[in-house]
T-cell receptor, first 116, second 113 residues
Framework: DAGVIQSPRHEVTEMGQEVTLRCKPISGHNSLFWYRQTMMRGLELLIYFNNNVPIDDSGMPEDRFSAKMPNASFSTLKIQPSEPRDSAVYFC??????????????FGPGTRLLVL | SQQGEEDPQALSIQEGENATMNCSYKTSINNLQWYRQNSGRGLVHLILIRSNEREKHSGRLRVTLDTSKKSSSLLITASRAADTASYFCATDVDGTSYGKLTFGQGTILTVHP
């Protein structure tokens, strides 16, 4: 199994540009999570999906952030327009299948985003 | 304070020594998990302990859970330089589904050769 795949691994962009992060979860997993990690705030859950449906997006910082999961094997996290304070490492994780609780999450390698 | 807080924030030991990290949480849980993160990498699951378990072992790892005190500890015995990483506890809050976990701030462990 290839594990959770994220792309790009590194992204450097200028303030105001649109950024799209991509994630391919482990085949057969039915929950997908997007996290952001910074030194100041640690690991924050932004949004998560179950069976491709967004369950809780209360962690999304503001309207500039959006996430989609058009099918079971692909998800995107978009920032438009990007700002320097969005600089962080963004992780995607997947888990399942199952009832949901008691599941191990498998993390991707992360996308390191730098907004200049 | 947050669900899932680790203590200490940082721990520095010599190779061969034992390392103990603690985690406290606030609400009832189904299970508690420990994850490890090497610098610049994603988190990796280490061990899961269910709310009806008190102790669990996996290799050099020993996890305890005290639901009455809402706390857990992770013990790494005979530490190695390769154990240098950040360690996070994560709780699956009772009553929620879909696999959502709440992570603590982590303990940074440095093992000196």
């Amino acid at each position: 199994d290839a594990g959770v795949i994220q792309s790009p691994r590194h992204e450097v962009t200028e303030m105001g540009q649109e950024v799209t992060l991509r994630c391919k979860p482990i085949s057969g997993h039915n929950s997908l999570f997007w996290y952001r990690q910074t030194m100041m705030r640690g690991l924050e859950l932004l949004i998560y999906f179950n069976n491709n449906v967004p369950i809780d997006d209360s962690g999304m910082p503001e309207d500039r952030f959006s996430a989609k999961m058009p099918n079971a094997s692909f998800s995107t996290l978009k920032i438009q327009p990007s700002e320097p304070r969005d600089s962080a490492v963004y992780f995607c994780a997947s888990s399942g299948p199952g009832l949901g609780w008691g599941e191990t999450q498998y993390f991707g390698p992360g996308t390191r985003l730098l907004v200049l | 304070s947050q669900q899932g807080e680790e203590d200490p924030q940082a721990l520095s030991i010599q190779e061969g020594e034992n390392a103990t990290m603690n985690c406290s949480y606030k609400t009832s849980i189904n299970n508690l998990q420990w994850y490890r993160q090497n610098s610049g990498r994603g988190l990796v699951h280490l061990i899961l302990i269910r709310s009806n378990e008190r102790e669990k072992h996996s290799g050099r790892l020993r996890v305890t859970l005290d639901t009455s005190k809402k706390s857990s500890s992770l013990l790494i015995t005979a530490s190695r330089a390769a154990d240098t990483a950040s360690y996070f506890c994560a709780t699956d809050v009772d009553g929620t589904s879909y696999g959502k976990l709440t992570f603590g701030q982590g303990t940074i462990l440095t093992v000196h050769p």
